[in-house]
């Protein structure tokens, strides 16, 4: 499968907040604030979407699919969202959003994603 758009958010009540997004008519955009803001905009090429198809599928992050909770008594607390599409068809997507909640998998996952991002900043 070959990643057409990609875009996961993450942020927290100290402030900290992190938003990769890519699509193929602008390109890849990072915005990223822990303190100080960082923000990148760049190309990626066909090798890279496939690390980052590589990265969804060797930590399971495809199964996040329809994972939507939200945990409306936490005044605080992180909240996401992950949207991925695929160009060879419709039927296949990733759609995916918590609210101080998240799926079998999550920490980890966030993980592997910052860390294939980081290359970037």
Not at 17 to 39: C, H, S, V
Not at 78 to 101: C, F, P, Q, R
Request: aromatic share 14%; net charge negative.
């Amino acid at each position: 499968m070959t990643i057409d758009t990609f875009s996961f958010r993450f942020a927290d009540t100290q402030g900290f907040m992190e938003w990769y997004r890519y699509n193929p008519q602008q390109g890849l955009w990072i915005d990223k604030f822990d303190g100080t803001m960082q923000a990148k905009r760049c190309e990626m090429t066909e090798e890279e979407l496939d690390e980052l198809e590589t990265v969804i599928r060797k930590n399971k992050i495809n199964e996040w699919n329809d994972f939507c909770k939200l945990d409306m008594c936490m005044c605080s607390g992180n909240s996401w969202t992950l949207h991925v599409t695929y160009k060879e068809t419709m039927d296949e997507y990733i759609h995916a959003m918590g609210h101080s909640e998240g799926p079998e998998g999550f920490e980890e996952g966030k993980k592997a994603l910052e860390a294939f991002f980081e290359r970037y900043l």
